[in-house]
Nanobody, 111 residues
């Protein structure tokens, strides 16, 4: 099975933007971006169907945009207007995750 590899994280100031990328996604399945903040459970923040229909958690709606390129088996997460509470390790996986988790990519929002 192709591993999931997340990239694009970093340190950004509040109000800034980052674009995350996930390689190794499945073009036939709904894919999701998840995050785990310190001391919290992993949560789903956005998902996108194989046909490209997105859905978002309330905490990121209007700020994050999920997209996918099925020709490259990649899924992206554009994150704008970042807040300190977005600080977390971000992961991608199938919706109702069935794949082995990758290492994730750290996003830190701080001034």
């Amino acid at each position: 099975q192709v591993p999931l590899v997340e990239s694009g994280g970093g340190l950004v100031q509040p109000g800034g933007s980052l674009r995350l990328s996930c390689a190794g996604s499945s073009r036939y399945e709904t894919m999701g971006w998840y995050r785990r903040a310190p001391g919290k459970e992993r949560e789903l923040v956005a998902r996108i169907s194989s046909g490209g229909n997105p859905a978002y958690g309330d905490s990121v709606k209007g700020r994050f945009t999920i997209s996918r390129d099925n020709t490259k088996n990649t899924v992206a997460l554009q994150m704008n207007s970042l807040k300190p509470e977005d600080t977390a390790v971000y992961y991608c996986n199938t919706y109702l995750p069935t794949r082995a988790w990758g290492q994730g990519t750290q996003v830190t929002v701080s001034s």
